[in-house]
């Protein structure tokens, strides 16, 4: 198999694919997680005029950031179909349930201004909220149960029960990834935001920012207690050991960039956490896909899982054209809507 590899720069095409695909996921986590934290918070806003400016803060990128969502899964589609029909496969319910959530909340944002009766309004304010923290926690314990394998068989097929994806150390990463969404969300509402609304997002920050650093805390320690393959490759790579720490020294610069009131950074310091919790994700599965805890027989790694190597070529080639393009779309959109938020007649 070896043999038959192709390589770019001295690394392999499904390597590269991985690379890809986990850049693509990165990506998304970033977009998205703030603007599902930024509704995650809605009901705690107590007034009408700052729910609206919290809506229109993330009202012209909410559905672009989803559309990296469309990509990743694509771009896993693409480079690794055996992991792609293994992992949707055991998950088939939580990803439909995770489909429903993001068309309900699409739904909510677009049908919340269309009608003044206060009943309407409440109604989709609680179906955002709802939404919005589901979605969430589920991305959540599918990074948990990620990192800690999953119950597949020799074809790749889920044995038993999706509940028992529901355990413990799952729930816990779905608890933590909501508070950093939150937290994220929280800093990226004080960029767009002023006043008395500003001031009520700096007390919800200092709680979010607390509530996040108990649940890493408890799912870090859960994990490494539980699950000593965790424990195991800390101790077996020191090179292993600078992903977490770059992350930790993010998480505990945020609350000493939001001391000061540099919002920016501390958003940028956000992102960096997210970005190297996912790194620690890959760190572990790398070269596999999908570990299975029935018998390591049955991991499905990317070599085994990849398309053809001319496929990935091609799709290289693709990738290196495309990737440039979105990035400037995404920074042509968001340099465009800088700035506070003011209400209009055309707002949310």
Known sequence: MEAELSY???????????????????????????????????????????????????????????????????ALFAGFPVA???????????????????????????????????????????????????????????????????????????????LQLLNPYALLMGFTILALFVMHG???????TEGRLYAKLRILLNRAVILFIIAFTAASAYGLYAYPKLSDDLQNSLSFWILPSLGILSILSIPQWIKRRKFRIAFVSSALAIALMLGVLAFELYPVLLY?????????????????????????LIAAIGTPLILGYTTFVFYTFRGKVRLDENSY
């Open 8 to 74: 770019f720069l001295g690394i392999d095409y499904p390597t590269w694919w991985f690379l890809i695909v986990g850049g693509v996921f990165a990506g998304y986590a970033i977009l998205d997680g703030f603007d599902l934290g930024a509704g995650s918070i809605h009901l705690f806003l107590k007034k009408e005029q700052s729910r609206r400016i919290a809506l229109n803060a993330i009202g012209p990128v909410w559905d672009g950031n989803e559309v990296w969502l469309v990509i990743a899964g694509g």
């Open 84 to 162: 792609y029909a293994s992992l949707f496969s055991a998950f088939y319910i939580p990803f439909m349930l995770f489909l429903v959530l993001l068309i309900f909340r699409a739904i909510a944002i677009e049908f919340r201004s269309k009608e003044d009766m206060k009943w309407w309004r409440n109604f989709w304010d609680r179906a955002y909220f709802v939404a919005s923290n589901s979605l969430s926690l589920l991305l959540g314990v599918v990074v948990g149960n990620l990192m800690i394998g999953l119950p597949i068989d020799e074809r790749g097929n889920l044995v038993g029960s999706w």
């Open 186 to 192: 929280i800093i990226y509402l004080l960029l767009k």
């Open 292 to 316: 299975s805890t029935i018998d390591p027989a049955y991991h499905i790694d990317i070599y085994s899982a990849a398309s053809s190597q001319k496929s990935l070529g091609i799709m290289l």
